[in-house]
């Protein structure tokens, strides 16, 4: 593919790679530098894997949420635990929680933390007084949907929150993951015993129904929305911490799902050893079956900083 030169010619036209200018060489012509600017795995990243299964510890403590969360539905649902009783403790877990996030609060001004406390005891104020007044609406929003199907829209929102989870930065979850989690609680609270309708229709002397419903919505923001947050900052503040509490929701998703359920908590269990153990050694062992190849053939990029164009 280069230009021959006879022997009165004079020395060969070098090559060059420019589009401007006219040259005896066809337009497909590479000489033999081509080759050499050849460039492989250009920017790879080498992981390491106990770093990369404690990223991976947050996917399998969210899975173990949602197993907690079924979890406490199942227990309420075959009249195991009251919903007072959850209800109660629930507040003592999210006041025992809202502690240590403040306590691992970088330090900073006094009063910025006084308004910080008293927009966060408005908010929740707010958040319960709605949501105790709709539950009595919230319950019978599925009333007419048979059960079969209220369980598969269940199993989808759940699915939905999981694969739309923020694992990079999950605080605050976002707005897809927290939506699909709240719907999946009312669809479960609908099917609780206390909201099932009496042959007479709905008895509207008794309280079961909205206290069932209420207690489901609070415990979906208390796992979904609030531990998220405070999950966060240990990762931020005390990572060796992090790691440690990831096991321990681990063991409790298997433990509670256990106590109803073995065979849940074995399929549980094998699904959080995957994800945990499995999946980061997986992404090891394709690092070195990687080859992404740059050279000259590349379409070029601009590395100019190009904003000042944009005022």
Avoid at 227 to 237: K, V
Wanted: charged share 15%; hydrophobic share 45%.
């Amino acid at each position: 593919m280069g230009a021959d030169s006879g022997s009165g010619a004079g020395p060969a036209v070098p090559w060059r790679k420019v589009l401007w200018e006219r040259q005896p060489f066809p337009d497909n012509y590479v000489d033999r530098r081509f080759l050499e600017e050849l460039r492989r795995n250009e920017g790879l990243r080498q992981y390491c894997y106990w770093a990369v299964v404690q990223e991976a510890g947050l996917v399998a403590q969210q899975i173990s949420c949602v197993a907690l969360f079924l979890t406490l539905w199942l227990y309420m649902e075959q009249g195991l635990l009251s919903p007072s009783t959850l209800l109660w403790t629930g507040l003592l877990c999210a006041l025992l929680g809202y502690g240590l996030y403040q306590a691992l609060a970088p330090w900073g001004d006094s009063d910025n933390h006084h308004r910080t406390r008293w927009s966060d005891l408005q908010s929740a104020s707010i958040f319960l007084s709605f949501t105790f007044g709709f539950s009595p609406v919230l319950s019978t929003l599925t009333e007419s949907v048979c059960t079969d199907t209220v369980y598969a829209m269940t199993a989808l929102m759940l699915l939905a929150h999981l694969v739309a989870f923020p694992y990079a930065q999950p605080s605050p979850p976002g707005s897809l993951s927290l939506n699909a989690a709240l719907f999946a609680s009312v669809c479960l609270a609908s099917r609780l015993p206390g909201d099932l309708h009496t042959s007479g229709g709905l008895d509207s002397s008794s309280s079961p129904s909205s206290l069932h419903t209420f207690t489901m919505l609070c415990w979906a923001l208390l796992v979904f929305a609030l531990w998220p947050c405070l999950l966060q900052r240990l990762r931020d503040c005390a990572p060796w911490v992090f790691g440690c509490v990831c096991v321990l929701v681990g063991v409790c998703g298997v433990g509670g799902l256990g106590s109803l359920w073995p065979g849940g908590a074995v399929l549980l269990a094998a699904l959080l050893g995957t994800v945990t153990l499995l999946c980061p050694l997986l992404l090891i062992r394709l690092q070195s079956d990687k080859d992404n190849i740059q050279g000259p053939w590349d379409e070029a990029e601009i590395r100019e900083d190009l904003t000042h164009f944009l005022h």
